[in-house]
């Protein structure tokens, strides 16, 4: 059974702070990793990929993967009342990027004023 | 980036009859996914909509239950048939093609009574 482990939280940060988020999976093979945002009553926004070791960065936002811990993180900087949501890490099974995602239970953080 | 169209957005359903939930993508994709998401939970795939042929079903679905069509390579459907209290869920369909990362609709939200 391919699986992807999140802690469900929630993460509480202050306004400003930064959140840390983690995953893990348990399909070797897979290759290709990414992050949704869920904001209540809607539905994912992709926010991240990754697909190689090592840090990935987009604005706030800093993708961490490392293939050999079967390990992969999402750093938010600045963090804004906005970024309250649940985050959710997706895996694509396989060895490439299909398309078909194993979805985490979700984090749910929460930025406080 | 290509958008899908998902309707309806939200449904009440009488319990033993079925819905069909269609999506709308305006551009081609070459992948199709249908996911549901049951309250609280995260996201859990359905099956691969594919193009022209039967849709390839995850384990605990099954085609009588959750017909899926796909005539070309832009819309598809799902139905939920004979539907039970158990089946509300919110359901998602994503579309990917081979430059871009998954992309969902804006979701079905489903209640049966």
């Known amino acids: 059974q391919k699986e992807v482990e999140q802690n469900s939280g929630p993460l509480s940060v202050p306004e400003g702070a930064i959140a840390s988020l983690n995953c893990t999976y348990s399909?070797?093979?897979?290759?290709?990793f990414f992050w949704y945002r869920q904001y209540s009553g809607k539905s994912p926004e992709l926010i991240m990929s990754i697909y190689s070791n090592g840090d990935k960065e987009d604005g706030r936002f800093t993708a961490q993967l490392n293939k050999a811990s079967q390990y992969v993180s999402l750093l938010i900087r600045d963090s804004q009342p906005s970024d309250s949501a649940t985050y959710l890490c997706a895996v694509s099974l396989g060895s490439s990027n299909t398309g078909k995602l194993i979805f985490g239970q979700g984090t749910t953080l929460q930025v406080k004023p | 980036s290509a958008v899908i169209s998902q309707k309806p957005s939200r449904d009440i359903c009488q319990r033993g009859t079925s819905l069909t939930i269609q999506c709308q993508v305006d551009?081609?994709?070459?992948?199709m996914f249908w996911y549901r998401q049951q309250p609280g939970q995260s996201l859990t795939l359905i099956a691969t909509a594919n193009q022209g042929s039967e849709a390839t079903y995850e384990s605990g679905f099954v085609i009588d239950k959750f017909p899926i069509s796909r005539p070309n390579l832009t819309f598809s459907t799902l139905t939920v048939s004979n539907m039970s209290p158990e089946d509300s869920s919110i359901y998602l369909c994503s579309g990917q093609t081979g430059v871009t990362e998954a992309f969902f609709g804006q979701g079905t939200r489903l209640t049966v009574v």
């Open positions: 399909d070797r093979v897979s290759q290709s």
């Open positions: 551009s081609q994709v070459t992948m």
